[in-house]
C-alpha cells in the first residue's frame, strides 16, 4: 500500500465516522501508519491539520442538518461531537459567520468545505461560500463558442475547453470590456456530447461579432470563490467536487438540473488584484 493509498483509506475511516468519536487504533490500523506519521502526512500533503479537516467537515455537514432536519441546534452540536451548544456555536460562527439559529431559521449563506480525495494529486479541500438562491432571466452581449464534450461529466476536456474559448476570443473580449471589468459566461448544454460556452457583458448595446444572450433565471446553487488574484485556480474544486461528487449538495437536499444553463460571473478588478472572485450559479432541483 502506498503512502496515497493509505492516507486515502484514513480520510475515508474519517468520512464514515464524523458523528462518531475517532479511534486513533482504528486510524492506525485501516492506514497502517502510527498516529504520528499519518497526522504528518496528512499535513504535508493537504495542507490541513487532521483535525482541522474533521472540524471542517463536521461543520459542513452540521449547517446541512440544519437545514433539513427538525432536530435542535444541541441535539445536532452533541452528533458532531460538541458538549455543549455553546461550544458548537463559537466554532460555527468562526467557520461560517452566522449562528446556527439562523441557519435554523432558513439562512443559507454560509461555507462548505469539501471532502478531499486524493489521485496523487488533491481534489476538495476547498473553503467556498455557498447560498441557494432565486435568479431572474436576464440578457447580456456575448460572443459563443461551441464546445464539445459533456459539460457536467468530461470536466479535463471542458477545462480545456474554457481555455481555448477565452484564448481565441482577444478581439471580441476588448469590444465587450466594460468599466467595472465584470464577464458573465453562461453554458447552456446542447446535447449530450456538446454545449454552448457564451463570454458576455453588460452593454448598452451589442458589438460587433456578438450577439444577445439569454439566460433563464430559476433556483440555483451560488458558490463564491475565495478573494485572491487568480480565482480561476479555485474552479476545477467547483468542477470536480459539485459537478461530478457533488456530495454537499446532495446534502443539502438538492440535486444539479443537467438541462438548464449555467452561469458565471468574474469580478477581474484590474487595480486591487487580491479582491478578484468568481461566483458560479450551478442550476439545482429539489431531490
Not at 462518531?20 to 491539520?49: A, D, P, R, W
Not at 459533456?150 to 476570443?169: F, L, V
Not at 454545449?195 to 458589438?207: A, E, G, L, T, V
Amino acid at each position: 500500500m502506498n503512502q496515497v493509498d493509505s492516507l486515502q483509506r484514513g480520510i475515508d475511516y474519517i468520512e464514515k465516522s464524523l458523528t462518531e468519536e475517532l479511534s486513533n487504533q482504528n486510524l492506525q490500523s485501516v492506514t497502517s501508519m502510527n498516529i504520528n506519521q499519518f497526522q504528518k502526512t496528512f499535513l504535508s500533503i493537504t495542507g490541513y491539520t487532521a483535525g482541522e479537516y474533521i472540524r471542517n467537515r463536521r461543520l459542513t455537514l452540521a449547517a446541512f442538518e440544519l437545514i433539513n432536519s427538525k432536530n435542535s441546534v444541541l441535539d445536532i452540536a452533541l452528533k458532531y461531537g460538541y458538549e455543549s451548544s455553546e461550544g458548537f456555536s463559537r466554532a460555527f460562527k468562526e467557520f461560517h459567520n452566522v449562528n446556527p439559529k439562523e441557519i435554523k431559521k432558513g439562512k443559507t449563506n454560509f461555507n462548505i468545505f469539501n471532502k478531499i480525495t486524493l489521485e496523487i494529486k488533491v481534489n476538495g479541500g476547498s473553503k467556498m461560500k455557498f447560498k441557494i438562491v432565486e435568479l431572474d432571466s436576464q440578457d447580456f452581449a456575448g460572443f459563443k463558442a461551441i464546445s464539445h464534450g459533456n459539460m457536467n461529466r468530461d470536466i479535463d476536456n471542458r477545462w480545456d475547453n474554457d481555455d481555448d474559448a477565452w484564448e481565441s476570443s482577444r478581439k471580441e473580449q476588448n469590444a465587450l470590456m466594460t468599466d467595472n471589468h465584470i464577464w458573465y459566461e453562461v453554458y447552456r448544454k446542447i446535447d449530450d456530447s456538446k454545449y454552448f460556452h457564451f463570454i458576455c457583458s453588460k452593454c448598452s448595446s451589442i458589438p460587433d461579432g456578438c450577439e444577445k444572450v439569454h439566460f433563464d433565471g430559476g433556483l440555483f446553487a451560488k458558490i463564491t470563490t475565495e478573494k485572491c488574484k487568480y480565482p480561476t485556480e479555485q474552479l476545477k474544486d467547483v468542477y470536480y467536487q459539485t459537478l461530478i461528487d457533488n456530495e454537499w449538495l446532495l446534502n443539502s437536499g438538492y440535486k444539479l438540473d443537467d438541462e438548464r444553463n449555467q452561469l458565471y460571473i468574474t469580478n477581474w478588478t484590474m487595480l486591487e488584484k487580491e479582491e478578484r472572485y468568481i461566483e458560479i450559479y450551478l442550476p439545482i432541483s429539489k431531490v
